[in-house]
């Protein structure tokens, strides 16, 4: 990248390096279109066979690997904190909501208490994310070489 380029702001101490960056966002975003088309299916028992796990525990999990996948995503960034994680949940609970929403207009069923098992499974993913971002930070700035050190600096 040449100067010109090069933003004058200097990434957080706890970023990542821009490839993982890209990396993340590409899983959050395929994740995301694959969801949406498996929640839109018609006939969900073809997508997930006759031995899947409940529909509340399919919620769960889905909206678990949503969360987790978008929050690892911006978290990629640094400077992840308890804003950071209430911005991607409130956006991630409208992301559900619109989802249960539509499904109707599919030959499905809006239910609620999908909408519910949806939030926390943001919760469950978002959580994680938050928790590793707590743990790796020091040995993400450390590997960084800016332990220490201002923006400034």
């Not at 970023?15 to 966002?25: E, F």
């Not at 031995?51 to 992840?80: E, M």
Request: glycine residues 8%; proline residues 8%.
């Amino acid at each position: 990248m040449t100067d010109a380029r090069r933003s004058p702001i200097p990434p957080p101490p706890d970023a990542l390096p821009g490839l993982w960056q890209r990396v993340l966002d590409l899983l959050a975003a395929v994740y995301a279109c694959v969801l949406v088309s498996a929640t839109h299916h018609p006939k969900p028992a073809e997508l997930v066979g006759p031995n899947a796990p409940g529909d509340k525990t399919l919620h769960l999990i889905a909206y678990t690997l949503l969360g987790g996948a978008v929050a690892a995503a911006v978290a990629s960034r640094g400077g992840w904190n308890w804003r950071s994680a209430a911005t991607v949940f409130v956006a991630l609970a409208l992301f559900a909501a619109a989802d249960e929403i539509t499904q109707p207009l599919f030959g499905r069923f809006a239910d609620i208490l999908d909408w519910a098992y949806d939030e926390l499974g943001l919760v469950a993913g978002i959580g994680a994310v938050t928790a590793a971002a707590l743990l790796l930070r020091p040995v993400v700035i450390r590997r960084s070489g800016r332990w220490g050190k201002t923006p400034a600096q």
